[in-house]
């Protein structure tokens, strides 16, 4: 089992492999899901005081805040999976 990690911004990395959604946000259901897990203790802000612009869900209802555009996150998640696939010769 490979552990792939992901930049998520200043310096903070997360496995992508307990990453179930990358989302926005702006909608009222991300933000009552933001202040429930904050209310749970299961929230992480990892945007150092910064305007927070992705939410990452786990798959173990953690909630992690990013100051990282969410295209910006699954476009690492994607290029870090791409990379690690095996060749075909």
């Known amino acids: 089992m490979d552990i792939k990690l ?3 911004g ?16 702006e ?8 202040q429930e897990a904050r209310d749970a203790k ?7 005081g910064r305007r ?12 992690i805040l990013s100051a990282v555009q969410p295209e910006t996150v699954a476009n690492r998640l994607t290029t870090k999976e791409s990379n690690n696939e095996d060749p075909v010769d």
Not at 52 to 63: F, G, K
């Open 52 to 63: 927070t612009r992705a939410v990452i869900i786990c798959d173990s209802n953690h909630v």
């Open 6 to 8: 992901i930049n998520i």
């Open 42 to 48: 299961i929230l992480i802000d990892a945007t150092y």
């Open 27 to 34: 909608s009222a259901p991300i933000k009552r899901i933001i």
């Open 10 to 25: 200043f310096g903070n990395i997360v496995s992508a492999n307990r990453i179930v959604a990358i989302v926005s946000p």
